[in-house]
């Protein structure tokens, strides 16, 4: 059976940690396209050299890359992003991935296939001029990301494969070129709305926060406010919320601060924290703070 049956099921399945690990590829006329889940249980470091050519990529995770180019850069939530190697230009990037469900999908182009890249990406193929690196942006939401990460069902066979890889690869390519070519003032206004609320969630994920707080900082009322949030990130406010300021967690656990440090600063009881905090990423808040606290 796949890990993944309907889209309605993508924001329950997608993002938790007892959801089978996978990794497809397929290659497409326009390239390799690729898609995987997996459970990070442990913060993970690696390094890579990518092949020449342009790296096209969504996915959701926490992590953080560096590299010569484009430097140290953080990464929480939803990503799309697009790295630039050029022929004969040796770079190494170094990433960091940190506890938790990390899902992703990704288009590989040779230099030698970017003429097949669709002229409707002309907005995004303008930026493969710039400098070699690493680009990424959140102005992408989390239920396009799970839609794009998702395993490709094995009733998928033959041409029907392959005609259901290049589909991906189609909203891969609008997804990332709306990410970084179209400005938030020209969303609907529904969109512009569940962004401008989670712009305002992010900036006091610490402080205490109602619906009713938020609905009014954004000009908006509670109803209107939760049906567009829910509509464009596949998850209520709340669940937001909690799925971020457990990730927030996570890091002041890294940074060396105790389990009941951590629960009070992200405002939830111990015996709450906990439990969220192990249905989130699959361990327990306490083994992050002792394997932290061991000497190396």
């Keep these: 059976m796949d890990p993944i049956k309907n889209i309605n099921d993508l924001s329950e399945t997608a993002l938790d940690h007892r959801a089978p690990d996978y990794y497809h590829s397929h290659n497409t006329r326009f390239g390799n396209f690729w898609c995987s889940g997996k459970t990070i249980a442990q913060q993970t470091h690696f390094e890579t050299q990518l092949p020449a050519g342009i790296h096209i990529g969504a996915g959701i995770a926490s992590m953080t890359t560096m590299s010569p180019s484009s430097g140290h850069q953080n990464f929480d939530g939803a990503l799309a992003s697009y790295f ?9 990037s170094t990433t960091t991935l940190k506890i938790g469900r990390t899902i992703s999908s990704g288009l590989f182009l040779p230099w030698h296939q970017c003429d097949n890249v669709p002229e409707e990406v002309s907005l995004l193929s303008e930026k493969f001029d710039d400098m070699p690196g690493f680009r990424g942006s959140n102005n992408i939401a989390i239920s396009v990301v799970e839609k794009l990460c998702a395993p490709i069902g094995s009733h998928y066979q033959g041409d029907a494969l392959k005609l259901i ?56 009322n509670v109803r209107s406010l939760t049906q567009a949030f829910r509509q464009h990130f596949n998850m209520s406010i709340n669940q937001y919320m909690t799925h971020r300021r457990l990730e927030k967690a996570l890091n002041l656990l890294e940074q060396g601060l105790s389990v009941s440090q951590t629960a009070y600063l992200v405002g939830y009881s111990l015996p709450y924290f906990s439990e969220k905090f192990q249905q989130r990423f699959g361990v327990t808040a306490s083994s992050v703070s002792k394997k932290l606290s061991l000497p190396s």
């Excluded at 630039?84 to 190494?92: A, K, V, Y």
């Excluded at 512009?192 to 009014?216: C, G, S, V």
């Design 165 to 220: 890889a290049e589909a991906r690869v189609f909203e891969l390519l609008a997804s990332v070129m709306i990410a970084f070519t179209v400005p938030l003032a020209v969303f609907t206004p529904k969109t512009k709305l569940a962004y401008m609320a989670r712009d305002y969630i992010e900036a006091n994920l610490m402080e205490p926060m109602t619906l009713q707080t938020i609905a009014k900082e954004v000009g908006s």
């Design 84 to 92: 630039i190697q050029p022929e004969g230009f040796e770079e190494q």
